[in-house]
């Protein structure tokens, strides 16, 4: 599976949108860009996935650019509940977390 | 989304003896479940890929004797830690594959062994 890159940690306001980056320039053809947070002491929650279109849910968007080799995680309206560490994860098959983006929204 | 549970949440027990954690997937059929291994501060680390009816695959340096992994139904796998250790001690999750997509995971399982 190819590698990921994200900054070790941001900071946000809470209300405003938080952009998430991830570069992943080794990644191949078969290869989806998955997200995933964990919030302290629980198990990974499923964000978005995506293979080269931009992606929306209720939860977030994820635009991955024309290249494929990095992508960004939208959070449109962050809340102090969206605190937590965020893994960018690109893969076939298997999961592979990596140290991920800790995320911490402030009041 | 997908549901996924995992019994128990908690477990404390004795160096020597065996533990087993359940992973359930609630409202859908999973043919492929995973177990993952997270100590503190740390990321997590797949143990082993578990397909329903067959011999579960595991990462390297995982010791199969030790986690015994059983997938007999298509909503059930357990993991069973023998002769645990206290280095054994950790944070168990369990995920299942909802289609070729899409994996949950289970709440956790925090084990300590005395």
């Known amino acids: 599976d190819a590698k990921t890159t994200q900054p070790p940690s941001m900071d946000c306001a809470e209300g405003r949108a938080a952009n998430l980056p991830c570069n992943h320039s080794?990644?191949?053809?078969?290869?989806?860009v998955y997200w995933y947070r964990q919030i302290h002491s629980q198990g990974p929650q499923y964000i978005i996935h995506?293979?080269?279109n931009n992606e929306t849910n209720e939860m977030a968007s994820l635009i991955i650019t024309e290249d494929r080799k990095s992508s960004t995680l939208i959070l449109p309206h962050a809340t102090l509940r969206d605190t937590a560490v965020y893994y960018c994860?690109?893969?076939?098959?298997?999961?592979?977390f990596g140290a991920g983006t800790t995320v911490t929204v402030r009041a | 989304g997908a549901v996924v549970s995992q019994h128990p949440s908690r477990v404390i027990c004795k160096s020597g003896t065996s533990v087993k954690i359940e992973c359930r997937s609630l409202?859908?059929?999973?043919?492929?479940m995973f177990w993952y291994r997270q100590f503190p501060k740390q990321s997590l680390m797949l143990m082993a890929t578990?397909?329903?009816?067959?011999?579960?695959?595991?990462e390297q340096g995982v010791e199969k004797d030790k986690f015994l992994i059983n997938h007999a139904s298509l909503t059930l796998s357990t993991l069973t830690v023998t002769s645990a250790h206290p280095e054994d001690s950790s944070f168990y999750i369990c995920?299942?594959?909802?289609?070729?997509?899409?994996?949950?995971f289970g709440p956790g399982t925090r084990l300590t062994v005395t």
């Open positions: 994860i690109v893969t076939w098959y298997k999961l592979s």
């Open positions: 578990s397909n329903e009816g067959s011999k579960a695959t595991y």
């Open positions: 995920s299942a594959k909802v289609d070729t997509y899409e994996q949950y």
């Open positions: 409202d859908f059929q999973a043919t492929t």
């Open positions: 995506g293979l080269k």
């Open positions: 080794t990644i191949s053809g078969n290869e989806y």
